[in-house]
Structure formats: C-alpha cells, structure tokens
C-alpha cells in the first residue's frame, strides 16, 4: 500500500550503521512508525526531511512488518530551536507528550497543529514559555481524553467565585464555599485560562494574558494535572526542569 501524508517526526531512532525508524505525528493517521533506509547517511536525501522536528510531505508504503519511507520533502525543519537549550528541551517535552497523547491510526488533526503551533511559537519567541507549556499541556490531555471538568463547581454548580480550587487530580473545580481537601486555591481569572485554553477554537488558545503570579499558577497546575494523568515519568520533563534550577 502506497500513500502520501504530512507528518512531524516527534521520535527517531537509529537502526543499525545507516538506517533510521521514525515515529511521525500526522493528520490523518495519528502516529506512524516507519523506517527509513540509509537516511543517517551524510548524502541520504531523506536525511533532513525525516530528523526530529522535520514536518514533511511523506511518501510511505507499507510492507508486511512496517511502513517505510519512500520520500520525504521538507516543510519546516524548525531550524530555530537549536539555538536555545531551554526551548529545544521544551520542544523534546512537547514531542514526548503528543507522543503519549496520540494513537496509531487514530486520526488527529488538532493534535498535529497544536504541536506545530507550539514550535513555531518557541522559534519565533513572543510568548513565555511557560504560558506556551500550560497551553500545550491543558489542550494536548483534553485532546487525549482527559479534559477536566470546568464549567462549573463540580460539588454546587457555582460557575465562579473570586477564588476557585482546582483539583488536579481529577480534574474538577469547586467554588470557594465548597473547599475540596487537596485542591489548590487559585484566583478566578486562572480558571478562566483553562476554560480558554481548553474550550475555545483551536487558533486562539494562546491568545490570553496573565500576570506574572498568574501564569505561575497556571503552570503549575497545568504540569500536576497532566503529571497524575500520565503517571509516569517523563525523561524530557525531568531535563527541561533541571534547565530551570
């Protein structure tokens, strides 16, 4: 079988002296594993298009044990993110946790642009990059069938007060008169970002501010919540963080 798609390389691995397999984010199968013959070649002329971060045209056919790649033409290598540590590990971050977020052919488009959205956003600056983080967390896991449940205090039906507690276990808010043990307290224009991030169309949901505090709250609770939803531990989280001190 023979068939063309675009994909985001968010995995790649050698295999043997000149050969690579690669896991790719697309459109229209979720994720796809493939190899791709001699691209660790210096002359392969699928070596850049087939690297971690390269959103390609792919032109795949699939065999009896796996998909391999028969031509890649790139579209965007990401080239920027090399020149900042901190934002190529949050980048590494972003791919491992749309990697734990997808399935194989299970198509997801949103996934696919929320991630590319998100590089583009650490290439060219312009957002903090924990504002960036929260976002890709919050809309990765309720694209992954965990999104919390935010409309309303889950315990009365309270839509807001001045403070809220969000519980990042399960997911649920509760109004400041239905304190929850173990959630955090956390004031209402926090809340108010989740439900954006979360709920509004997918070109906006990094067009919000928040203060300094704020966006630290909302850090926070984006990291905890999608930590004991994943519940493991992630290797390029534990190096991004280390970055941070």
Known sequence: MQTTTKGLVIRE????????????????????????????????????????????EFSLYRTKEAFVVDNA???????????????????????????????????????????LNSLHLLCKGGKELKQIKAVFEFRALSLGGYMPSILACDNCGTYETDMMYFDTLEGKIYCENCQKTGAILLPKNVITAVRFICLTEPTKIFSFSLSKENLDLLSDIAEKYMMSHVQRKLSTLEFYKGLQG
């Open 13 to 56: 691995r050698s295999i043997g002296e000149s050969d690579r397999l690669v896991t790719l984010l697309t459109a229209d199968y979720g994720l796809v594993k493939a190899f791709v013959r001699r691209a660790n070649q210096i002359k392969s002329r699928l070596n850049s298009a087939t690297t971690l971060f390269a959103y390609s």
């Open 73 to 115: 033409v790139p579209i965007d290598v990401f080239f920027d993110l090399r020149k900042d540590i901190d934002r190529l590990a949050l980048a590494q971050y972003f791919a491992q946790l749309a990697y734990e977020m997808g399935a194989e052919e299970q198509p997801n488009e949103e996934l696919l642009r929320l991630t």
